[in-house]
């Protein structure tokens, strides 16, 4: 299928769960801890720099966005794992994330993002388990890939499967928003998805 990534549209964002609207299409969901780049890399997927909102300050996010491109939805989780953050604050997203996979929603995939400079933290296990317990589709997205020299990024790669469960059963795409690796390869993923 022959999909336009620059006609992806911004929908709404919702910032409680009574505010989720019914799932009508499959959706691409992006999930990672708090300033790993979940809003640089929809905006390098779309070739898009102002779609979603980049800050530089981690827990920016604090809303599910959502954005539709012909019959997909993607969906910008809020960022995990943010220490300066209120603990009511925190409640309110953990609701709303739980909420939001609750709801039996038309997941097609998940969007893991994880650091590839580093190992993944004890938040991103913890939903790697929770997708592989609930049987979600999902790939792990490595992160900043531009950062690392080959020698590093051999040696995360071999510790990544040793960090990660079932690693050679998970598909994971070192990615740079930067150099624009990986980036076609999710752009192939979403067009198969698209698929009728």
Known sequence: MNLN????EFERSYGRPEQLPESDLPEIVFSGRSNVGKSSLINA????RGLARVSGTPGKTATINF??????????????????VSKTEKARWKNLMRSYYESGREIALVCQLV?????????????????IEEEFPFLIVLTKSDKLNQRQRRERMAAL?????????????????????GLETIRDIIREIAQP
């Open 115 to 131: 650091d590839m400079r580093h190992p993944p933290t004890a938040d991103d296990l913890a939903m790697i388990g929770f997708f």
């Open 161 to 181: 499967l040793n960090e990660v469960p079932y690693a050679d059963e998970v598909t994971m795409i070192p990615c740079s928003t930067e150099t624009g690796e």
């Open 5 to 8: 990534f620059h006609l992806v």
């Open 67 to 84: 954005f539709r491109l012909a019959d997909l939805r993607f969906v910008d989780l809020p960022g995990y794992g943010y220490a300066k």
């Open 45 to 48: 997927i779309f070739r898009n």
